[in-house]
């Protein structure tokens, strides 16, 4: 199979259904801003330190893989089928953040990102993650899934805020508080 199809060359690209659209259409904004987040997040992986947290990220990139791949479907009758993102998925990142934040002090302000590239790794993930979310969310009367993916990452910035946080404490990185 080759890599180039050549429909991009007249600014079109087709759905897993078959349709195709034009590149600018709002599915592709979604899916492509997941993709993106799907890199940083394994800019991440390759900079911190932890078999569990690098399985996690791992794991996280899979489910983002999916969310693509949801939003990709304008086929909401189901006759495509497609791994599910579950709400387990969402527990193990609300574990994950309760785990993380049970370690570190009280917030009270906002945080201003910052004071070590991979803090900012982070927080630059999370701004993905939150206009990924702001994205697809149009699209959340499609199906279940799409849904569940919404609310996945809703929890996900959720999880990479923390994971900053944490990776600050770790850095031994202070954190730079908002005093409005």
Not at 38 to 43: H, M, N, Q, V
Not at 63 to 69: E, H, K, N, T, W
Not at 74 to 102: C, F, H, Q, V, W
Not at 118 to 126: F, G, I, K, N
Request: net charge neutral; with cysteine; charged share 30%.
């Amino acid at each position: 199979m080759k890599i180039y199809t050549k429909a991009g060359d007249r600014g079109m690209t087709s759905l897993l259904g078959g349709e195709f659209v034009s590149k600018s259409h709002p599915r592709l904004e979604a899916y492509g801003t997941l993709d993106e987040l799907t890199s940083w997040i394994g800019l991440l992986r390759d900079h911190l330190e932890g078999k569990g947290i690098r399985e996690d990220l791992l794991l996280i990139q899979d489910r983002l893989m999916l969310g693509s791949s949801i939003l990709a479907n304008e086929r909401t009758d189901g006759s495509i089928k497609l791994p599910l993102i579950s709400e387990e998925d969402i527990y193990m990142l609300e574990n994950r953040i309760d785990s993380m934040d049970a370690k570190l002090p009280a917030l009270t302000n906002f945080i201003i990102p910052g004071g070590h590239k991979v803090v900012s790794y982070c927080h630059l993930a999370r701004t993905c993650c939150r206009r990924a979310e702001r994205l697809s969310a149009g699209f959340v009367k499609d199906s279940d899934q799409t849904s569940i993916l919404i609310k996945y990452l809703n929890r996900l910035s959720d999880y990479l805020f923390t994971l900053a946080r944490k990776t600050a404490k770790e850095f031994k990185v202070e954190e730079n508080l908002w005093q409005p």
